[in-house]
């Protein structure tokens, strides 16, 4: 129980951390053909947070947001991080 706490607290400071790749994301999502629409389809997410991630508006996203996101275009988490 506190392995997982502590290993999603991990992720989350890298994630605060590093950041989102956004950039990486939408040319993912351009070349599958991906709208925001449908990312909030396949992601579950709301189009304000989706649109507030992918435009910089929102800096911090919650793990289970960055998780959802991943997951809607079969990367992993590691994939759409921005590398320093």
Same mark, same amino acid.
């Given at each position: ?22 950039? =990486? ?18 992601? +579950? ?10 435009? +910089?508006?929102? =800096? ?25």
């Amino acid at each position: 129980m506190y392995f997982l706490y502590f290993y999603e607290l991990c992720a989350y400071w890298h994630i605060i951390l590093m950041g989102i790749d956004t950039a =990486k994301v939408l040319a993912i999502m351009n070349d599958r053909e991906i709208s925001i629409y449908k990312m909030t389809i396949y992601s +579950g997410l709301e189009h304000s947070t989706i649109s507030g991630i992918l435009s +910089g508006k929102r =800096k911090c996203p919650r793990l289970d947001t960055v998780v959802k996101i991943a997951r809607s275009l079969n990367l992993s988490i590691d994939e759409i991080l921005l590398r320093g």
